[in-house]
């Protein structure tokens, strides 16, 4: 597609619930990172794929949160037993070959997650 | 390790006079910055970038930063403000190590008045 795409744009869910995020890069973009930006934190990286490994997790606040890439393309973050703290937008980026080449990241317009 | 600090949280300038975003950084090496404005309800967009090449950055919208070596500095500028430039703006340095991750400022919100 044109841009990244994600979805659901919105998602309320039940404390203790699992949830999945998913985002659609641009086509051949080889590099895929997740962001979750929320109130009082700013932007945090959360992990970044090249094709479908994930050289860094870093990210990742626990070992509630995962994620996987298919196909070099699509990408899904799961979160299982969600906590109210998990409340954010959700943003994946993508990035032909390696952002810090000068290419920079597209984003797409993220996934706001509610967990009541 | 590298990091950015935006030195000023919320930023009010009137319609038509310049703007200045004042953004530092960190590094160990050479980095790569960019700037990303975020409108209400938007998505995160490029507005400039430094990558080593000129030091006097132009972006969109009439955008423009100046990477300052000297000094850490990456501060972005505008002669005149316009009411679409209301949005938050984010100052950003790439880690040049393998994943390229972004760090990301804590963001300045630009208020443009009539």
């Known amino acids: 597609g044109a841009g990244v795409s994600q979805s659901p744009s919105n998602k309320v869910t039940e404390k203790g619930k699992d949830v999945e995020l998913r985002c659609d890069p641009i086509s051949g973009h080889t590099a895929l990172y997740w962001y979750r930006q929320s109130l009082g934190q700013g932007l945090e990286f959360l992990i970044y794929f090249q094709g479908n490994s994930a050289p860094d997790k870093s990210g990742l606040p626990s070992d509630r949160f995962s994620a996987e890439r298919t196909g070099g393309s699509v990408s899904t973050l799961t979160i299982q037993r969600t906590q109210q703290e998990d409340s954010a937008v959700y943003l994946c980026?993508?990035?032909?070959?390696?952002?810090?080449?000068?290419?920079?990241?597209?984003f797409g317009s993220g996934t706001r997650l509610t967990v009541v | 390790a590298q990091s950015v600090t935006q030195l000023d949280s919320h930023v009010s300038v009137s319609e038509g006079t310049p703007v200045l975003l004042r953004c530092n950084y960190s590094?160990?090496?050479?980095?790569?910055l960019f700037w990303y404005v975020q409108h209400p309800n938007k998505g995160l967009q490029l507005l400039l970038k430094y990558t080593s090449a000129a030091t006097l950055v132009k972006g969109i919208n009439g955008f423009e930063a100046e990477f300052k070596k000297s000094e850490t500095s990456f501060h972005l500028t505008k002669p005149s403000a316009h009411m679409s430039d209301a949005a938050e703006y984010f100052c950003v340095v790439s880690d040049l190590k393998g994943t390229y991750k972004y760090i990301f400022g804590t963001g300045t919100r630009l208020k443009v008045l009539a």
């Open positions: 980026a993508s990035s032909l070959a390696r952002a810090g080449e000068g290419y920079g990241y597209t």
């Open positions: 590094s160990s090496y050479s980095p790569s």
